[in-house]
């Protein structure tokens, strides 16, 4: 009898584990679509991408990637984007994963008006502050630097970081902290060699949405920027034909810039995963 | 090194108020520096970027500030700036759009995200790869999003707007027609943003204890039941912190939608960002764009003042938290 | 995690350190990286299409030459207008050189170096601005002073499809049905009638390809129209920009255009650049005629991207009612005040203006602003669409210029295109265009 109800149960999970697989993909397969052209008309040459005639083997071909990956300002621009992406998103997540603890580990007045403060600041509209920027980067001689942009970019990530990651803070019992401090570790300890374990998959979520802000992020790149600190969007900006077909060459290049990303992110699940199986949030 | 950066701190401590003095709390210890060790980078560097461009924005709103010195005398206006706008019927329009676009898009993309994070929460075949691959959307340029939906949507060679005519829809120009762009606007950007929903609400999910969902389910809870009771309660803070984070993006968004329909047809989606790019940039009157961002700013204050603090003040996120 | 390598430092010394050790190797490696910066470099701003990105194939010859390396940027056209404005006052500047569009040279005009005071030139000697088209010259004339040389020679041509108006079936049927003979149209009836002879028997995707897309182009498509039915828009009168539209003859114009959408192909009604070229060039059916700026021909007669290159004739645009009109899109080169380079940037200008490069850019199919070079007889067969332009230069008028452009252009954009697709009547459309270009008149001040 016991065995008997162990197997059908077994079956049931994998009838179930089945259905849901097949549904997962065909909503991968739909989500994607636009994607899956994009990907595929990088692949084409523009007469046959923008003629409404349907997809055959015969188009494909690597010219357009060929011409991109020719195009030193795309490639100066993806070096900086991949420089000013992973600076801001470390130095945004550090600073950021220590205010958020300090805001949701200490009650101190002002606390929440801290918080909203810098809630309220990630909602200015970035062509307002993008003129001041200029004039106050032109004046200190951070304009068309790395650390110009990357300062720039770690403005608008740091207040991201902090709102994102409350939740996942404010979640963790403070007895695994109080117990650590109580053997005589420091604040600064607890924080660093318990407390961030602990809330990993926070942190991978905050390190992988700062850099995607920064890695897609234009305006502040348009006007920051000239020659030598240019970003991959700027870059790609002049695919974009105001002008002229390059619509094979936009595609090629969009594609491009999707793999650091998803390195990056498959990067990061290994320790969400990581994460979850050393022992969860609690218990 | 050490020495230094202690000394610093005790410097910013210093100019900081004093209303946030030392208080024995139940922790047991002096807590006296180690808050402010904690936050005074971030405020450091958000505060040291922004203090500028939000102060000269204060002070340009009631200016009249060409973009172009070229184009003549800046003069001191006051609230003339405010003034245009209010009788603006552009303004109150991109005020109406953009917040239409937010009550629509955020719930559905929510909806799409809770749901898959929901079915998703589980190891069957290929499921890490989904879960990654189903974030590209979110990850893609956005300038290229808008450029690929507004490719699709095209009559005669847009693979979208075939298959739509195939599957019996009316061969329309979905962007040249003020009501489908705007649902086309709306319908990219559920598309490019429910996987970050479900990024956030997934993470948020797999760190519910099994053991809380054992016990319900012992106690004889379904599907449903085990969702309202233990799930969405515990799931709350995430919940609407993606909600809150999506609002701040979407109050932002620009270059998909510009891509797409670059506000047309007519001003049928022109957002309140693109109006505030249109008068910055376009028509270079920076002190009315100032205007509108301060005009935005405190919406936001009073959203932060009222909603937030009611839902996500930290101590209901403590509170929700069972901490 | 990071913490778990930093066992002998307390974890807050090793990351503070850590990202400031970043960030300076980060600046030496982008400066090493980008190039050794040699003893002159001028900061040049292009505008983004097929001329300036074929010009930057020959810079490397002009740094050999002179010694003076060439930084580019090159920005979509709004972008140009946008870095200029911020990057441009009368004692900074980012640019030694940029690229104004001629609607936006009134706006700049007080910033930039007045050509009589350029260089004599070292290399290259200072260019006589009569080179110039005389057509063309007056775009960079502001305020009774020179301030920025035209480079190309930007303004409408009409195209054709040569393929279809001298195959013989169709001109005998269109003979049959309409009493006169295909060819180019001359007029804009005879641009309906082909048109609408085409489109309805299904041999084209369009009869008429119109342009939908930025304001700029969409009220130049309107201005075209205006005039070619007898008003004039806005004028400068005594010394202020005035409305001076006749509405009844404007609302005509509006109409007959309206009537060339029917015949559009699908989407017209948000046709850009891009979808216009793709609905000429790639499109198996076509379009049978069309405006164009020259800057587009460098694409449209690439076999590598177009269905018809080849199969184009160029010519003047057919005349309206009250004549043939050419709407004048050029840009100019301009030099900031502000620059610390006056002269290594006027001998960039110097050079890329040359009698040569001049000739060398029209071997590649763009057109820059040189008479002799456009004239030249050796061009004159193997670029068809030379003498088209030069005849065109005969009708060149530009849109109005004056600091509130924009706004204005938005207006004419929004309600023209509610006109033409029949979202509104045109006679309300046109009545709204006049009110609100007047309120934004006034407020400016005029």
């Known amino acids: 009898m016991d065995r008997r109800s162990r197997r059908r149960k077994r079956t049931r999970k994998f009838l179930i584990n089945l259905v849901v697989a097949v549904v997962a993909f065909v909503i991968l397969a739909i989500e994607l679509y636009p994607i899956a052209i994009t990907v595929l008309n990088g692949f084409r040459r523009d007469i046959h991408i923008l003629s409404g005639q349907p997809f055959k083997l015969s188009q494909l071909t690597l010219r357009s990637y060929q011409l991109v990956l020719k195009n030193a300002g795309f490639r100066i621009g993806m070096r900086n984007s991949i420089v000013v992406g992973l600076l801001s998103t470390f130095i945004s997540l550090l600073v950021g994963a220590m205010a958020s603890y300090g805001i949701a580990r200490f009650k101190f007045k002002g606390r929440n008006s801290l918080a909203y403060s810098f809630l309220v600041l990630r909602m200015l509209p970035q062509v307002s502050l993008v003129i001041a920027l200029y004039l106050m980067f032109s004046d200190i001689g951070l304009r068309d630097t790395i650390s110009g942009l990357t300062l720039a970019h770690t403005s608008f990530n740091v207040p991201y970081v902090i709102w994102l990651l409350l939740p996942f803070f404010t979640a963790v019992d403070r007895a695994y902290e109080e117990a650590a401090m109580v053997d005589g570790c420091t ?95 609690k218990g | 090194m050490r020495r230094k950066m202690s000394s610093k701190k005790l410097d910013i401590k210093q100019k900081n108020a004093t209303s946030k003095t030392n208080k024995r709390t139940k922790e047991g210890k002096a807590r006296g520096r180690a808050p402010f060790l904690f936050l005074a980078p971030a405020i450091i560097i958000v505060f040291a970027v922004l203090i500028f461009p939000i102060l000269f924005s204060l002070v340009v709103s009631t200016y009249n ?37 937010i009550f629509i898009a955020i719930p559905i993309e929510l909806l799409f995200g809770f749901a898959a994070a929901l079915l998703l929460n589980r190891e069957f075949f290929g499921a890490r790869i989904v879960r990654s691959l189903l974030l590209l959307p979110v990850f893609f340029l956005p300038i290229l999003s808008g450029m690929t939906w507004r490719f699709m949507l095209q009559p005669r060679y847009g693979p979208l707007n075939n298959l739509l005519i195939k599957l019996g829809a009316p061969e329309i120009s979905w962007l040249g027609n003020p009501t489908t762009a705007y649902i086309a606007i709306i319908v990219q950007d559920v598309w490019r943003m429910w996987p970050f929903m479900f990024m956030l609400l997934y993470a948020g999910l797999t760190a519910i204890p099994q053991e809380l969902l054992e016990a319900a389910e012992i106690d004889g809870a379904g599907f449903w039941k085990k969702l309202w009771s233990v799930i969405i309660p515990l799931l709350m803070p995430t919940i609407l912190t993606s909600v809150l984070l999506r609002i701040i993006d979407a109050l932002r968004v620009f270059s998909e939608v510009y891509v797409m329909t670059e506000g047309g047809p007519g001003s049928a989606t022109m957002l309140f960002s693109l109006y505030t790019q249109r008068q910055a940039f376009g028509y270079q009157k920076v002190g009315m764009a100032s205007a509108m961002a301060i005009f935005l700013l405190i919406i936001s204050i009073v959203f932060a003042l009222t909603l937030v603090r009611k839902n996500m003040s930290l101590d209901v996120l403590e509170e929700k938290a069972g901490a | ?117 350029w260089g004599p030139g070292k290399i ?58 295909l060819g180019v149209p001359q007029t804009f009836q005879q641009m309906l ?32 129209m205006w005039y070619s039915f007898g008003t004039h828009f806005i004028d400068w009168i005594n010394g202020k920009p005035t409305l001076v539209v006749d509405k009844a003859k404007a609302v005509e114009g509006m109409e007959f255009y309206k009537k060339l959408m029917k015949i559009a192909p699908k989407g017209a009604e948000t046709m850009a650049h891009v979808e216009r070229q793709a609905a000429f060039c790639t499109d ?50 301009c030099i900031p005040l502000a620059t610390k380079n006056k002269d290594a940037a006027a001998e960039f200008v110097y050079w890329w203006a040359s009698k040569e490069i001049a000739s060398w850019l029209v071997e590649k199919n763009t057109v820059p602003a040189r008479t002799d ?23 060149a008028v530009a849109r109005p210029r004056f600091n509130e452009v924009a706004e204005v252009q938005d207006i004419v954009k929004k309600y023209w295109i509610m006109g033409i697709t029949g979202q509104m009547p045109c006679n309300d459309a046109m009545q709204k265009i006049i009110d609100e270009t007047k309120n934004v008149l006034k407020k400016a001040g005029y």
């Open chain 1, 187 to 281: 604040r600064q300890g607890v924080f660093f060699r318990i407390f961030l374990p602990i809330v990993a998959p926070g942190l991978v979520v905050g390190a992988v949405f700062a850099f995607l802000n920064s890695w897609n992020e234009f305006m502040y790149a348009l006007i920051l920027t000239g020659v030598k600190a240019k970003t991959a969007p700027v870059a790609i900006n002049g695919l974009l034909g105001g002008e002229t077909l390059t619509w094979g060459q936009a595609c090629a290049a969009g594609t491009i810039m999707l793999i650091p990303v998803f390195i990056f992110t498959l990067g990061m699940q290994k320790f969400l995963i990581r994460g979850i199986t050393a022992g969860g949030v």
């Open chain 2, 65 to 101: 500030w060409p973009l172009s010195e070229g184009a003549g005398i800046r003069r001191f206006v006051g609230f003339g700036n405010y003034l245009a706008l209010t009788q603006d019927s552009e303004f109150w329009n991109s005020l109406k759009l953009q917040l239409g676009f």
């Open chain 3, 1 to 117: 995690m990071i913490y778990f390598h930093w066992e002998n430092k307390t974890p807050k010394e090793a990351i503070m350190k850590r990202p400031m050790l970043i960030v300076a190797l980060e600046m030496v490696f982008a400066i090493a990286l980008v190039g050794v910066v040699s003893a002159q470099t001028i900061n040049v701003l292009f505008w983004d299409d097929a001329y300036p990105r074929t010009l930057m194939e020959k810079i490397p010859e002009f740094e050999k030459a002179t010694g003076i390396k060439v930084n580019i940027e090159i920005l979509q056209p709004p972008q140009v207008f946008t870095k200029t404005s911020v990057s441009v006052t009368k004692e900074r500047t980012d640019y030694d050189l940029v690229c104004v569009d001629e609607g936006n040279i009134p706006l700049f005009a007080s910033l930039m170096l007045p050509y009589d005071q």
């Open chain 3, 124 to 181: 290259y000697k200072k260019i006589d601005p009569n080179t110039v088209t005389p057509a063309m010259l007056e775009v960079g004339q502001w305020d009774g002073k020179l301030v920025g040389l035209p480079i190309n020679g930007n303004l409408y041509v009409w195209m054709t499809r040569k393929d279809l108006i001298e195959n013989p079936k169709y001109k005998a049927d269109f003979k049959a049905k309409y009493g006169y003979d």
């Open chain 3, 193 to 224: 009638d082909m048109g609408t002879y085409f489109y309805d028997n299904g041999i084209v995707s369009g009869g008429f390809g119109p342009f939908n897309g930025g304001p700029a182009g969409v009220f130049g498509e309107a201005i075209f």
């Open chain 3, 284 to 333: 198996p059916k076509g379009v049978f005629t069309q405006f164009n700026w020259p800057a587009q021909i460098a694409s449209y007669e690439d076999p590598d991207k177009s269905l018809v290159s080849g199969k184009i004739v160029y010519s003047a645009p057919p005349a309206g009612p009250s004549g043939r009109f050419s709407i004048r899109g050029t840009w100019a080169v």
């Open chain 3, 373 to 395: 070079a456009l004239t030249d007889p050796q061009f004159a067969k193997t670029k068809p669409w030379l003498p088209a332009i030069a005849e065109s230069m005969k009708y």
